[in-house]
């Protein structure tokens, strides 16, 4: 079996059918990656880049596909390593290599299907009967009585873990965010105070601080410490994100002064960036991304890097079906993995692609029988979602202002 091409597919779709995420972001652009073969079998995977910039995902493709041309998918490893090495000046790390991953977890379905044998078995077999699982729940939405509602409807999926970010999402578009180290901590505990109760103590419950940004303010060490000391009561599963990347000093500091686990690790590409990170020991859980990080195997040797320092590992999974059950599979095949992400009640850009390859019974998913990813990308569902331009998702700044 030999690979003829390599084509990237572009959609645009629903963001989501939770009523509470939608009320923050109405629809999602996608990026998958075909390789045919001359057999007939087409495998499939997806790059997360296709969520924030996926106007540049085909070019990047179009570069590494005359590499993959001709080769059978025998030696996944040296394959990946031809076109890292192809691109070395440019893709050590960032947007080259979230392409690349989108690539590789299309030659590791392609695989498995023609093993007939899911992925995660050829990662190195199967580490957990089943993986608990939270439901990922975007903003806080206020009123306190809108989140409890949220809270609800997460728990009435099955989830017996959520995750919602810091400040609050109120529905007219206005965001909570105080400023300062005693502002944000008291905002935060009296959210966490309210939570706990309503949820009880046996939910698992997480803080998402979006590597502390917000639309008025970034927060830096001292309000990030503040904030962990504040929550410490109140038995967190882990509080993610509460700094930006460019400060590992900062995150190693923070992971020293609370007794919060302190979870973060989904932009970071690669081994290499992971390096820097992993051994300042800045996360108690490291979040690599299936479909971000660089590549399924790179997700596995990110997890054995953590695995050695004592630390575990929680999927991060925002991107469409694809990455979802790339990091799923992953997440199985790595024994120190503590919790899978979901998307809850997402829409049919995870539906439609994943069919019923997902199961989850008593809030923990069971691992996937389908051999490869478990994934499909009909014609029905490429002409269903056609892609949209400028779909993706950034940071509003002066000059380039997110609509949608």
């Not at 493709?61 to 025998?74: A, H, M, T």
């Not at 410490?225 to 400060?247: C, G, K, M, Q, S």
């Amino acid at each position: 079996m030999k690979i003829t091409s390599v084509q990237t597919v572009l959609l645009t779709g629903p963001c989501t059918n939770d009523p509470f995420l939608s009320e923050a972001r109405k629809r999602r652009s996608a990026a998958f990656i075909e390789i045919h073969t001359d057999a007939g079998l087409i495998g499939l995977g997806e790059t997360y880049g296709g969520y924030f910039c996926p106007e540049m995902v085909p070019e990047i493709v179009r570069f590494f596909e005359p590499i993959l041309v001709g080769q059978s998918v025998d030696n996944i490893s040296e394959l990946w390593s031809r076109m890292y090495q192809c691109g070395n000046f440019w893709c050590r790390v960032g947007l080259g290599a979230i392409v690349l991953n989108g690539i590789e977890a299309a030659l590791w379905d392609l695989k498995g299907k023609s093993l007939k044998l899911p992925v995660y078995e050829l990662l190195g077999g199967r580490k957990h009967d089943s993986l608990p699982a939270y439901a990922t729940g975007g903003p806080s939405n206020y009123p306190k009585e809108k989140l409890a509602q949220k809270m609800d409807l997460y728990l009435s999926l099955g989830f017996r873990g959520l995750k919602v970010g810091v400040g609050g999402h109120d529905s007219d578009g206005g965001f909570q965010s105080p400023k300062g180290p005693a502002a944000c901590a008291e905002f935060e505990a009296d959210k966490l105070q309210f939570m706990r109760r309503h949820a009880g103590d046996d939910v698992a419950i997480m803080l998402d601080g979006h590597m502390g940004n917000s639309p008025t303010d970034t927060w830096d060490v001292s309000t990030a410490i503040a904030v962990a000391r504040a929550l410490e009561p109140y038995n967190l599963f882990f509080f993610e994100e509460p700094l930006h990347y460019t400060d590992p000093w900062g995150y190693a500091e923070l992971c020293k002064s609370t007794s919060i686990p302190i979870a973060g690790g989904e932009c970071l590409t690669t081994t290499y960036e992971w390096r820097v990170f992993a051994e300042r020991d800045c996360f108690d859980i490291g979040q690599p991304d299936a479909s971000f990080t660089g590549g399924l195997e790179q997700f596995m040797k990110v997890a054995a890097m953590l695995e050695s320092r004592g630390r575990k590992v929680a999927t991060h999974a925002w991107g469409a079906g694809g990455s979802l059950m790339q990091n799923i599979h992953c997440g199985f095949a790595a024994a120190n993995t503590c919790i899978l992400e979901i998307a809850p009640a997402y829409g049919p850009l995870h539906s439609e692609i994943i069919g019923d390859s997902l199961v989850m019974r008593d809030g923990r998913v069971l691992p996937p029988q389908t051999p490869g990813l478990g994934i499909q990308l009909t014609d029905a569902i490429k002409k269903k979602f056609p892609f949209v331009p400028g779909s993706g998702e950034f940071n509003s700044v002066p000059g380039k202002v997110l609509i949608d």
